[in-house]
């Protein structure tokens, strides 16, 4: 239901922001004048911006086990599958979430990730590379800063976000389109007096923007990302303990620096899909250090 409201919520704040900017610009009164419906142009953009992240929100789960062949536990066959079913089975009870499932994959990665629709149809996969390379208290803090994602909503928070982004770029890639094809056009009008808007400047503007505004969403969404990873660290560190959250991320470090790698294939780890690009505005996880640094600032 939490989830209904927010995505009914979300909609009407992105039709309302729309509105208010294109009716303030006029822009309502233009876009008429070109033949387009302004209520189309924007429910348009809304289907099309939310349908694309909604879809891939949906089947997450779905595609992350049989992207990655995905084990699910369902009947421990060692101690170690025991061992992770139990350690999440508690961290999710600390985080008062349902039991998310646990799965694990064939990787010489040291990783692990979250999926899923929501916080009752979650995932929990880890790499047999991580396994491999990690002492047990520091596979422990990895799972908590999973835990942390899932009971942080930060699948669906990160969807909405990117639907709000799509529809902005959809729409205003279009009016840029249009302002493209008026220019190349000199503003020539079809038999009723208006302007056609469907010109090859239209396409070619739209396009362009499109591309454009892609990229500054990207960075809007990769900017989010970062403030999520502290914020499932600090959690983590709540779950679990600040040592071991502390002690996972100096042996991820350890490992992007060769100074504990167990297997030769593991020279491009993401554990935690963390990039080790360090400055890179294009990054989702900031820098190793940062992290570090800003749990050692929790009490």
């Known amino acids: 239901m939490k989830r209904i409201t927010l995505f009914a919520l979300t909609n009407l ?3 309302l922001v729309i509105s208010t900017v294109v009716r303030a610009l006029g822009l309502d ?3 008429g004048a070109h033949g387009i419906s302004y209520t189309g142009l924007m429910v348009m953009s809304l289907v099309i911006g939310f349908s694309g992240s909604l879809f891939s929100l949906l089947i997450s789960k779905w595609m992350a086990i049989r992207a990655y062949s995905i084990e699910l536990i369902r009947e421990p066959r060692d101690q170690t599958e025991r061992w992770l079913l ?3 089975e508690e961290q999710a009870h600390k985080a008062g979430i349902p039991m998310p499932d646990v799965g694990v994959y064939d990787s010489p990665e040291a990783n692990a990730f979250a999926t899923g629709r929501s916080r009752k149809s979650a995932l929990v996969a880890v790499s047999s590379g991580l396994l491999r390379q990690m002492r047990e208290r520091e596979v422990e803090g990895v799972l908590a800063h999973e835990v942390a994602h899932i009971a942080n909503g930060d699948m669906v928070t990160m969807t909405l976000l990117q ?9 205003f890639s279009r009016i840029i389109g249009l302002l493209v094809d008026s220019f190349l056009q000199g ?5 009723e007096g208006r302007s056609s808007g469907t010109g090859i400047g ?3 503007g739209s396009m362009v923007a499109q591309i454009l505004l892609g990229l500054v969403a990207t960075l809007i969404v990769m900017a989010y990302s970062r403030r999520r990873e502290f914020a499932a660290d600090a959690m983590a560190a709540r779950i679990e303990g600040r040592d071991a959250m502390v002690g996972a991320l100096h042996r991820l470090k350890m490992i992007h620096e060769g100074g504990g790698v167990l297997d030769d294939r593991s020279a491009a780890l993401a554990a935690f899909k ?3 690009n360090y400055g890179n505005w294009f990054a989702s996880h900031p820098p190793l250090d940062d992290r570090i640094r800003a749990l050692q600032g929790v009490a």
Do not use: K, Y
Not at 163 to 171: A, C, I, K, P, S
Not at 187 to 191: I, Q, V
């Open 187 to 191: 503003n020539r009008r079809d038999e």
């Open 13 to 15: 704040a992105v039709l």
């Open 163 to 171: 639907g709000v982004l799509n529809t902005f770029v959809v729409f």
């Open 29 to 31: 009164r233009w876009i």
């Open 274 to 276: 963390i990039s080790h």
């Open 202 to 204: 239209f396409f070619i």
């Open 86 to 88: 139990q350690t999440v």
